[in-house]
């Protein structure tokens, strides 16, 4: 691609990491969670496929793919942890925040960052396999479509 | 732990599913016992689940809450994701676990590692956690998350044989009526929503009206889950499908499709069952049930393909059980519960004897390279087990006695002719043809000169067979014994069990 599209992606790709962590963050707070960020985190794996060919990302599949599964299972994983009394139970519920604010038992929310237990940690997860799971789609669709061509 | 059975049937094949392809790297010996030791653990828990059920009525869990039965919060509204099994689901949650069990036996052997054996072992996992979802929810989009997971594992395992032209079109057709079939589902689940503000069935079940808006639900979710079924007009996937995927997934892919038909059941008979199951939506049933038997069978003379012969059969019996339902529905009690013995007890008989055929088909195919009719021929010469198990399975198919197809097919024949004597002469004339069919095809494949050389399966591959000769001699000599433990709670789950799972769910 052109050097505009390059200079212009190399703008536009960090800001957009930035704002899919946001959205995957924040997702117990504000509309968007772990598979609207990771989307957001795949579409700057898109952008740079665009604008820098897809020929030096070529080993970032073998990262992309196990790291899906990582991320499964760590979902899964969460899940299992409330199993002393049901599955999904939040098992952080009750206490202490990483930013000072607790997390509370259960009613309305403070609004604060770590006020969730473990649905904030789940987001991450499911963020994790959106972003490997589109990405390596994402590459490997641009992979195959060379070899075709 | 017996407590957290439902879940531990739908989490553990989904984590293991995730965690089989890392295991993977490490080791392929290691891989195949992690796999044999989830597949053990989630048939375990869906018997667990079943015992439960049938001893102790509806199994409600309730996910993230703190207790299991805790499934309504103060002031009486069920927002928690509950699981509730009744009879019925732990009936067709033992189905999955038999397709699920052979499947695994079976495929260590089947599938050769070059091919991608890891992924086809991961889908299957994925699939069967699918199914065991869709048959233990008791929330409607829950389910609706699981027909989705069915669907596209089911589609990848369709598609697994992607070096080959036909598989790869065979599992984009499915994708397309799986897809559509689904968004039907949603846009239901949609609309029950929007009118109600909830999601759960028991809780939906009791505050449906009967409303125009209820009606179109209705008639979405029974468009999309006959979609899902495969059900004529809507069939023409399902022979490509059980045709053209790996024999050990066509068996879970029936054991999928059951779950439609759970699923119909389900919705008709507990979610709308209070305000609109009316015999008209019965005669509905039962009439593409018995289109869907006569052309699947007349379908199925035509065939060169033993796959595809044989998937039009499955198709075909798939028409019995929306016949017995349709009946059910339109005398309940009476002889619309034999219907609904006979078409459920159906179900558990065709997973036995479809699966076996299937897996005798892709017996055949392994051995001797092809599994195109005219091409094939004396193959009973070497494959002497291969040739005894398609006898059994297709005379089971037929409804032959003292087979397991002839018990319920008879139930399907008596209760029909009650309601409607027309059809069930068809449906009796269609179990003739079908005979004819399998007997065609069990000439042309095995008997005759040796047409082409052919090496007899390995052992796990028989045993796997054999399991399921068994469920059809064992089932087929005692029906009663097994009607009266595990069919008849499904039963009496479908027509007087509405007030009992209400009540489980919602308390009081």
Redesign the interface.
Known sequence: MSVIVRTVSRVVAPVALAFGAYVIMHGHLTPGGGFQGGAVVASVVALLVVAFGCERWRKWTHVLLPLEDVGAMAFVILAFLGVGATFFRNVLAGSGGLFGAPVPQLGPNPGALNTAGTLPLMNWAVGFKVIAGLGAVVLLLALFGREDG | MLV?AP??AI?VP??GA??L??VS?INRTLRNVWACLIAAFTSAMAVAVAIRAFTEGVVV????????TESVTAGGFPIR?VLAVDGLGAFMGLIAALAGVVAFIYCFQYLREEEGKSLGLSLLLLLWAGILGMVYTGDLFNFFVFLEITSIAACALIGYRVWESRPAEAAFKTMAMYTLGGLLVLIAVGILYGEYDALNIAYLSKAITGSLLDRLALGLLLGGLLMKAGAVPAHMWAPDAYGEAPAMATIVLVANTQAAIYAILRVVFTLFGGALASPGIGWLIASLGIATVLVAVLMAVVQRHLGRLIAYGAVSQLGYMLLAVGVGLVARGGFGEVALTGGIFHMINDAASVGLLFLVVGAVRRAAGSVDLPSLGGLGHTLRWEAGFFLLGALALAGIPPLNGFASKFLIYESTFRASPILAALALLASILLLAVVVRAFQGAFLGPRAREASPAPRGMLVAMGILALVIIVFGLFPGFFIERIVSPAVQAVLTGREAYLAAVLGG
């Open positions: 957290h879940i531990l989490a989904l984590l995730f965690s392809l890392g790297y869990y309730t996910l993230g809450a703190a207790s299991p994701i």
